[in-house]
């Protein structure tokens, strides 16, 4: 089956600055590839996703790379807010309603 | 419009008891997932249902775990005989149709198996 590897587990950067989380997949056959931000006490919420057709996307502070060749895809959000803080998961799809997600990677803003 | 809720948020069982776990989905959708959550860990995903019927229970971790759905919408997760590693949270997600790849997700309910 897939298995899908995130990192860092935590991280933390200056308000302002750059953050990046990468995830690496391992069955070629994944083709989307989402992210979602948990945040305490709510649900997760899809926040940018990217096919296997496309190797980036954007939506304002946030963007998704995906290197099919080398299994990995990267969050790159840019200008952090305090309000960016939460934990996001990266996930593969491999079959039509299968996901499989990544351990998680605990974002930090400080002010 | 209302998202998907879960209940209970919380649920502190004795190891050994049955509990049961609630989703309402967002009206409207066909699909709904289970996923389980441990401390540190990713989302494993459990169960998916299309409708009333589940096509994949592949990823239920045995056979105390079981789930329903009825009229294509509530569902309900059951786990007879609690054990202390079944402790996580339990996500819900909907979406829309089975080839509608944005799941929603609900908050969640924290188990602790004591």
């Known amino acids: 089956g897939e298995n899908v590897e995130q990192h860092p587990s935590t991280l933390s950067v200056q308000e302002g600055d750059s953050a990046v989380i990468k995830c690496t997949y391992s069955d070629s056959a994944s083709n989307y590839f989402p992210w979602y931000k948990q945040e305490l006490g709510k649900g997760s919420q899809l926040i940018i996703d990217?096919?296997?057709?496309?190797g980036e996307k954007k939506d304002q502070r946030i963007a998704v790379t995906l290197n099919k060749t080398a299994k990995h895809f990267s969050l790159h959000i840019t200008e952090t807010q305090p309000e960016d803080s939460a934990v996001y998961f990266c996930?593969?799809?491999?079959?039509?309603?299968?996901?499989?997600f990544g351990s998680g990677t605990k974002l930090n803003v400080k002010p | 419009g209302a998202g998907v809720s879960q209940s209970p948020s919380n649920k502190v069982t004795e190891k050994g008891k049955d509990v049961e776990l609630r989703c309402d989905p967002i009206s409207g959708h066909t699909a709904l997932y289970w996923y389980r959550q441990s401390l540190g860990q990713g989302l494993e995903f459990l169960i998916y249902f299309q409708g009333n019927s589940a096509p994949d229970k592949s990823g239920l971790p045995s056979d105390r775990f079981s789930a329903e759905r009825t009229g294509g919408s509530v569902s309900t997760l059951t786990i007879q005989r609690t054990q202390q590693e079944d402790s996580a949270v339990y996500l819900c997600?909907?979406?829309?149709?089975?080839?509608?790849?944005?799941?929603?997700f609900g908050p969640g309910t924290r188990l602790l198996v004591l």
């Open positions: 997600a909907s979406s829309l149709a089975g080839g509608s790849e944005t799941q929603y």
């Open positions: 990217i096919r296997s057709n496309v």
């Open positions: 996930a593969a799809r491999i079959n039509f309603n299968k996901f499989y």
